[in-house]
């Protein structure tokens, strides 16, 4: 999946989690620290899409974009 294709994925979910009254920052660093994709809710199928990246891929993927 290309980088772009990670970003679109990304801002749904995060759309998706704010539809629903989560903090989809506080909510993917939980995910990212602990590895626990309990803190990804499952509505919108979300948990399975974001269940797709390796998290050191997820975590590349924002290093370069925040870098740039």
């Keep these: 999946m290309s980088e772009s294709d ?3 994925v990304i ?3 995060c759309a998706s989690m704010e539809k629903k ?3 989809p920052v ?3 660093v ?3 620290i602990s590895n626990d994709l309990g803190y ?3 509505f919108d199928d979300n948990r399975n899409r974001i269940a797709e990246f ?3 891929v997820i975590l590349e993927y924002m290093l370069k974009d925040y870098l740039k």
Excluded: A, V, W
């Design 40 to 42: 990804i809710p499952d």
């Design 26 to 28: 506080n909510q993917i």
């Design 11 to 13: 801002k749904e979910i």
């Design 21 to 23: 009254g989560y903090d």
């Design 54 to 56: 390796d998290r050191t």
């Design 30 to 32: 939980g995910y990212l």
């Design 6 to 8: 990670f970003k679109q």
